[in-house]
């Protein structure tokens, strides 16, 4: 039987889509480095599904150890997550990220083409839509430019795609434009485990929560927005995994385009005091916060126009933002020290 490749399945997204590919009995085969992920995650998902699925510590850098997982497996569809996320961090190393994540892409890409596997799922964002971009954003607007090294590797690696889309008719590639992922599996057994600093607003106010941090900084109170708080698209990450399902079973229709791009996200803008003000209301805990300088790359609000992916692919999200936060609590103190 052919097997999905999942790359970087250890991370955050990745371990929660690796379980609803086996809980929809996929067969699976992930690779990372764990070089900002915990192999436990992995473990706790084939604890939960009681499934084995392989694992294999592999560099995406490296096409010779991606050609070794290639030689030994039926592959037919990737799904690629493997790649550095940090805005902040790729504003202080943008060499860090233009190897990892851009030359990571195309050792993949390369090696996927040596062995004629042409099904390819792409965790893209939507800082691929640029600084100038009006809101709602949607797929079919121009790639815009990006705000931080960390959004021009993800418009890069698009540019590929369709780059090889064009060239190789056998291609099929869906681009997957998330917004703002947050909250974890209901277990509480996997979730965000961030290492060190937090740099997402959700794990951060519920480490202060847990008592690991003193309060919450929050980046610029002046910006155009109600509150003078930046706003975000925030999406439950199940639901944000129920789109990778629903992509994955679109690329292997017969009737698909060879390179698709979709918005993952519920359509809607929430604050960042918004989200303190209902965490505080969900879990009845005060949390401490100040009003800090604005971020480098921070736009002032952005969120998706997801009609497409609701026709097409005939999805949506369907968790509200009360359960995003009570999940991401459940998670947070069940592991107050992540994994």
């Not at 100038?132 to 954003?137: I, S, T």
Request: glycine share 6%; hydrophobic share 35%; aromatic share 10%.
């Amino acid at each position: 039987m052919s097997k999905i490749l999942v790359t970087g399945g250890a991370g955050y997204i990745g371990s929660h889509t690796v379980l609803e590919l086996v809980n929809n009995n996929f067969e699976v085969i992930v690779i990372d480095n764990f070089c900002n992920s915990s192999q436990t995650s992995l473990e706790r998902v084939a604890k939960i599904t009681e499934r084995d699925f392989e694992i294999v510590n592999c560099d995406i850098c490296s096409k010779e150890q991606i050609r070794d997982v290639f030689k030994k497996n039926k592959i037919n569809d990737v799904i690629h997550f493997a790649g550095l996320k940090s805005v902040a961090e790729s504003i202080n190393n943008p060499i860090l990220y233009f190897e990892n994540n851009i030359y990571g892409t195309s050792c993949l890409l390369d090696v996927m083409n040596e062995f004629k596997v042409n099904n390819f799922i792409f965790s893209s964002s939507a800082t691929v839509y640029g600084i100038e971009a009006p809101v709602p954003y949607t797929e079919d607007m121009k790639l815009g430019t990006a705000s931080s090294p960390y959004g021009f590797t993800k418009t890069a690696i698009e540019h590929l795609m369709k780059g090889i889309s064009i060239k190789n008719s056998e291609f099929k590639a869906i681009s997957l434009r998330y917004f703002n992922p947050i909250g974890a599996h209901p277990s509480g057994k996997i979730g965000e485990d961030p290492i060190g600093v937090p740099n997402n607003l959700l794990p951060y106010i519920s480490q202060v929560a847990a008592g690991k941090r003193d309060k919450l900084s929050i980046f610029g109170n002046d910006y155009s927005t109600p509150d003078g708080t930046c706003r975000r698209d925030y999406l439950h990450v199940m639901d944000l995994v129920d789109g990778h399902i629903a992509a994955l079973r679109y690329l292997n229709d017969e009737q698909t385009n060879q390179y698709e791009i979709f918005n993952l996200g519920t359509g809607k803008a929430v604050s960042v005091l918004e989200i303190l003000n209902k965490f505080v209301e969900v879990t009845d805990i005060k949390i401490a916060y100040e009003y800090d300088e604005k971020r480098p790359g921070d736009l002032p609000e952005f969120w998706a126009d997801a009609s497409k992916a609701n026709k097409i692919l005939k999805w949506k999200c369907r968790r509200d933002l009360a359960t995003m936060i009570e999940d991401t609590w459940r998670w947070q103190s069940n592991n107050p020290d992540g994994y």
